[in-house]
Structures are given as structure tokens and as C-alpha cells.
């Protein structure tokens, strides 16, 4: 199951707040946050594990409610560059070596001058 | 610029047809993955493998295959193409084969495949 990304657009003014989340109907171990400028490959942002804390560099931070299977990304005073579809990867809490890693639903973010 | 190299950058075929997509990871790196990502389906993980074994499977078509080969690089075979299997495709690369855990993914600049 996919899981789910709100909001699926958002247009912010550069300075702005945004927040991104994503929710599973699973179980995870953790989640993986990736950011993808069109026509170009995933960044990889940072990852959560179960149990972990709530991360970040930067201006970009996110955390992790392993009970209620979600995770959210901050992105504060944003910045022209912060543009581009975020995704959301998680990883089941399923026998190991028999999990795949889901994207989610992605959220396109642009920020405006 | 990751270090991720993957060939062709563009790929135009016909359908029926089998293509061979390359991935080179980055220097060091024992693990591979492949993705493929379209419009209507967003990112897919398809498989990973870490030192030539198959480690991950994701939602890999029977039509498609992959191995990785003793000096690492990895190669996806799509055979039997249809319309629906034009998609950008992914190889990313880590250093470890704990997918869920490890740090970094780092993507490959993709490969484009148009099948007509």
C-alpha cells in the first residue's frame, strides 16, 4: 500500500513556511525523504528510524510518529531552491529481507519570489 | 553530480522489443537499486541487489529482470515492452544492504525509455 501525501500542491512565497506529511495504513521502520527537480533524479533529505529523533539540517526538519504510522517534513523559510516534488519513502516493519521500500504519493512544492 | 553513472541516457524502441539499461554505482558501493518512476504511477521500487545476490523485490514485472555482476554495475533487461512500460528508470547505489536503515541512497542521472 502507498503511502498517502498531503497536501499533492502546494505554492508558497520564498520566506515561507510548508509542511509535508505522509501516512501509511503499515506498520514502518522507517522513512526516507527524497526531493526531485524536474526531469532530474531524487536527492536524498535525511531519514527517520523508529525510535529515533526528529532530524534535520538547515531549515529542513521532519519527524517521526511511529504509532500513528506518519512522518512530516518542515520546511522553514523557504527558499527558491526548495522547489520540486517531495516523496516520502517508507519501509514496512515486516520480516526483514522481505520488505521494499514504497514511495509515496509526492507533493509538488513551488515557491514563488 | 552523485557518482552514479547510468547508459543510455535516452532509449527509443518499439513494442515487443528487449532493452538492456546499465548501472555503474558509486566507487565502493556493494548495493544497487532500480526504480522506475511514470507519470501515472509515480516512483516504483522495482529490486535491489547488494554484492551480485538479489537482496530486495518490489514490484518487479515478470518481463523484467536484473543482475549485477562481479565488478558491480547492474543491468535491468525489459523484454516484451509495451506502451505502459515507457517510464524513466532509476539505479541508485549505497555502501550497505540495509535499505531500511542505511543513511543515503544515491540516485543515477535515469534513463528514459519510450516505447512506441
Known amino acids: 500500500q502507498q503511502p498517502v501525501q498531503s497536501p499533492q500542491a502546494v505554492i508558497l512565497r520564498e520566506g515561507e513556511d510548508a509542511v509535508i506529511n505522509c501516512s501509511s495504513s503499515k506498520a514502518l521502520y522507517s522513512v526516507h525523504w527524497y526531493r526531485q527537480k524536474h526531469g532530474e533524479a531524487p536527492i536524498f533529505l535525511m531519514i527517520?528510524?523508529?525510535?529515533?529523533e526528529q532530524k534535520g539540517h538547515d531549515k529542513i526538519s521532519a519527524s517521526f510518529n511511529e504509532k500513528k504510522q506518519q512522518s512530516s517534513l518542515y520546511l522553514t523559510a523557504s527558499q527558491l531552491s526548495y522547489s520540486g516534488t517531495y516523496f516520502c519513502g517508507t519501509w514496512g516493519e515486516t520480516n526483514f529481507g522481505n520488505e521494499k521500500l514504497t514511495f509515496g504519493t509526492g507533493t509538488r512544492l513551488t515557491i514563488i519570489p | 553530480d552523485s557518482g552514479v553513472t547510468q547508459t543510455p541516457k535516452h532509449l527509443i524502441t518499439a513494442t515487443g522489443q528487449r532493452v538492456t539499461l546499465r548501472c555503474s554505482p558509486r566507487?565502493?558501493?556493494?548495493?544497487v537499486y532500480w526504480y522506475q518512476q511514470s507519470l501515472d504511477q509515480g516512483l516504483q521500487f522495482l529490486i535491489q541487489y547488494y554484492n551480485g545476490e538479489e537482496r530486495a523485490k518490489g514490484n518487479i514485472l515478470e518481463r523484467f529482470s536484473a543482475q549485477q555482476f562481479p565488478d558491480l554495475h547492474s543491468e535491468l533487461n525489459l523484454s516484451s515492452l509495451e506502451l505502459g512500460d515507457s517510464a524513466l528508470y532509476f539505479c541508485?547505489?549505497?555502501?550497505?544492504?540495509?535499505?531500511?536503515?542505511?543513511?543515503?541512497?544515491?540516485f543515477g542521472p535515469g534513463t528514459r525509455l519510450l516505447v512506441l
Open positions: 527517520l528510524l523508529k525510535g529515533g
Open positions: 541508485a547505489s549505497s555502501p550497505t544492504p540495509w535499505g531500511r536503515d542505511q543513511e543515503t541512497q544515491y
Open positions: 566507487s565502493g558501493d556493494l548495493s
